[in-house]
T-cell receptor, first 115, second 111 residues
Framework: EAEVAQSPRYKITEKSQAVAFWCDPI?????LYWYRQILGQGPELLVQ????????DSQLPKDRFSAERLKGVDSTLKIQPAELGDSAMYLC?????????????FGAGTRLSVL | QKEVEQNSGPLSVPEGAIASLNCTYS??????FFWYRQYSGKSPELIMF??SNGDKEDGRFTAQLNKASQYVSLLIRDSQPSDSATYLC???????????WGAGTKLIIKP
């Protein structure tokens, strides 16, 4: 069964360091999402890609976060510098449908701890 | 601000009973409705989706949608301890088709 691949599964870093997360969506899925989930809350959308283009990054803290999907396939989310408040689960999801109407399938996530 | 509201729980249900999870949404133009299950420390997993008013059944799970009252519910029949998890309601609506998430209801099935 096709899956969304994410790495690493866990990341521990010190504040002010740089971290990067990688996501490979299900083959053929044009839409890719990065979410942040804090314990006890629902996922919060950080950025949405349609192929290689950013559709929505209104909730992305652009002073420290960046995301790219250069060839419209896999994607990288970077945080520089990391802050204590960035500790959370970072989830990647993909969808076959264009325009955000489709079912989203999630990867296993990356648990980030900033010390 | 478009919102999706869920009771945070925990909701405790005896094994074998019916668990009923509810979700209300504020955007009357919402079109698609999803229930995801999330085990502790894991990522969300799709359980059900529903687009039309009424009931949709899949095994032990039934999703119910009432657009007039702006609520969607999930029923789990013959609840099992393995159903213990947080259930997230998510709704697509509005002009940008963004998925709006509730905070989730924690369900505990007691043996």
């Amino acid at each position: 069964e096709a899956e969304v691949a994410q790495s690493p599964r866990y990341k521990i870093t010190e504040k002010s360091q740089a971290v990067a997360f990688w996501c490979d969506p299900i083959s053929g899925h044009a839409t890719l999402y990065w979410y942040r989930q804090i314990l006890g809350q629902g996922p919060e959308l950080l950025v949405q890609f349609q192929d290689e283009s950013v559709v929505d990054d209104s909730q992305l803290p652009k002073d420290r976060f960046s995301a790219e999907r250069l060839k419209g396939v896999d994607s990288t989310l970077k945080i520089q510098p990391a802050e204590l408040g960035d500790s959370a689960m970072y989830l990647c999801a993909s969808s076959l449908a264009v325009g955000g109407m489709g079912i989203q399938y999630f990867g296993a996530g990356t648990r980030l701890s900033v010390l | 601000q478009k919102e999706v509201e869920q009771n945070s729980g925990p909701l405790s249900v005896p094994e074998g009973a019916i668990a009923s999870l509810n979700c209300t949404y504020s955007d009357r133009g919402s079109q698609s409705f999803f229930w995801y299950r999330q085990y502790s420390g894991k990522s969300p997993e799709l359980i059900m989706f529903i687009y039309s008013n009424g009931d949709k059944e899949d095994g032990r799970f039934t999703a119910q949608l009432n657009k007039a009252s702006q609520y969607v519910s999930l029923l789990i029949r013959d609840s099992q301890p393995s159903d213990s998890a947080t259930y997230l309601c998510a709704v697509i609506g509005g002009s940008n088709y963004q998925l709006i998430w509730g905070a989730g209801t924690k369900l505990i099935i007691k043996p």
